[in-house]
């Protein structure tokens, strides 16, 4: 079994910054993929960012390019979402998913290809 556990999420006003952490416990593999999605209400949850845990590759959501950044610290089993440049369309409960193998763009962009979720994380941002 994995265990994700988000944290970092709150209040911030537009243009602001937050930056949100996914720590991971149990096993991981090469090949596995790591990705934020997010989900506000009313909404279907939607692609942020996901990466490679062994190996090169970040992908982001086109909402997002360009503002927010992954990131690993692979001593701590941890993956990072940046977020610069809110925009109050940026609020929404973050949710950190883990894909078991093959992590390619094409997979992890899609939240039906994740296995593990963690239980989210508010993001609020004000106008």
């Known amino acids: 079994q994995v265990q994700l556990v988000e944290s970092g999420g709150g209040l911030v006003q537009a243009g602001g910054s937050l930056r949100l952490s996914c720590a991971a416990s149990?096993?991981?593999?090469?090949?596995?993929?790591m990705g934020w999605f997010r989900q506000a209400p009313g909404k279907e949850r939607e692609f942020v960012a996901a990466l490679r845990v062994s190996e090169p590759g970040t992908w982001y959501g086109d909402s997002v390019y360009g503002r927010f950044a992954i990131s690993r610290d692979n001593a701590k089993n941890t993956v990072f979402l940046q977020m610069n440049s809110l925009k109050p369309e940026d609020t929404a409960v973050y949710f950190c998913g883990l894909r078991q193998g093959r992590a390619i763009p094409e997979i992890l962009r899609h939240p039906y290809q994740y296995t593990y979720w963690g239980q989210g994380t508010q993001v609020t941002v004000s106008s």
């Open positions: 149990g096993r991981t593999s090469r090949g596995d993929g």
